[in-house]
């Protein structure tokens, strides 16, 4: 299987409702929530971003569809792979993302844990690195956040490329993967609650016990 759709935008920004929207379509979709169970032998393959050339077939197999950290960051990458693939950037309010991140995946204590973790090397690989590990400079993230929309748009053809916010809903996503529009509303996922609890969880327990990996 081969990705068909990319998701370029940053995690917080409607990525799991646009995961979840994408798999009523019929995508089955990589997200954070499907790479951290998957356990250390899976992140490796991520630790390889910047280093070497990823195994991107090994990463996604078995999906169609990618959206949110880590693979929004090695868009471009994954862009030039999968030359057929569409790129989905999600965007929203960078002020609004900010406080999101700040309350969730970017929460001081959870960054203060990761290092020294078996996730630590991956995540610094693929985000924070990114981010110049300026992760509570609102400054500086509302600027990168700016900067990637706009090199998303200089690096993806317009034809290949949507801008979307998931307010907008099913029509400009069914628009642009030339797919019917199916019944019933686009999803709303306010996960806020649901990655605060998992970050508790792998914090007070560790990893495996939370997540259940094998391995």
Known sequence: MALQ????????????SLKVALE??????????ECFP???????????????????????????????????????????????????????????????VQDTIFGREWLEFLP????????QATINDYFDDRMHDRDHLVQRFHEHVAEVKSTIAPERLLVFEVSQG???LCRFLEVPVPEGDFPRINDTAAVQGVIRDVMDRGFQAALGYAG
């Not at 759709?5 to 799991?16: D, E, H, K, L, S």
């Not at 019929?26 to 929530?33: A, E, I, Q």
């Open 5 to 16: 759709i990319i998701g370029a935008g940053f995690g917080r920004t409607g990525t799991m």
């Open 24 to 33: 009523q379509l019929g995508y089955p979709c990589y997200h954070m929530v």
């Open 38 to 100: 998957k356990g250390p032998a899976h992140w490796k393959l991520w630790e390889q971003v910047g280093k070497s050339e990823p195994d991107w077939d090994a990463v996604f197999a078995g999906y169609t569809a990618t959206v949110d950290f880590p693979a929004c960051t090695s868009y471009a990458a994954l862009a030039k792979y999968y030359p057929d693939a569409k790129v989905v950037l999600t965007v929203r309010d960078p002020d609004a993302w900010f406080q999101s």
């Open 116 to 123: 020294g973790t078996e996730a630590g090397a991956y995540l």
């Open 170 to 172: 099913w029509e400009p």
